[in-house]
């Protein structure tokens, strides 16, 4: 099995900035995609921005600019820097992984974080 395990989440007055962190933990073999998504409230949840084992990276429009993703493949762990922040940034941010484990067959299989709270006040 694999957890995900997302921090950093917080209040921030718009124009701030968080970072985001989010661990992975198991019997893990080896991690493709990781990723960030959002789900706003009475919305649905939107992929924000991914990055690719070798470090291709993939912005939502919206956070082009403001937002950098990294990974450090050696930790299995994944970053997000906001800065910049909006009160429309104001979400649950959940972290996403393609994971090859122990029991999956060499097929990646797709774990999700518990997701932090990102409330940017105006």
């Known amino acids: 099995q694999v957890q995900l395990v997302e921090s950093g989440g917080g209040l921030v007055q718009a124009g701030g900035s968080l970072r985001l962190s989010c661990s992975a933990s198991?019997?893990?073999?080896?991690?493709?995609?990781m990723g960030w998504y959002r789900q706003a409230a009475g919305k649905e949840r939107e992929l924000v921005v991914g990055?690719?084992?070798?470090?291709?990276?993939n912005y939502a429009d919206a956070v082009k600019g403001r937002f950098t993703i990294s990974r450090d493949n050696a930790k299995n762990a994944v970053y997000l820097e906001m800065s910049s922040l909006k009160p429309e940034d104001t979400a649950v941010y959940y972290c996403n992984a393609d994971v090859i484990h122990v029991g999956s067959y060499g097929i990646p299989r797709k774990y999700w974080g518990q997701g932090t709270q990102v409330t940017v006040s105006s």
């Open positions: 198991g019997s893990i073999i080896s991690i493709r995609a």
């Open positions: 990055i690719t084992r070798d470090g291709t990276r």
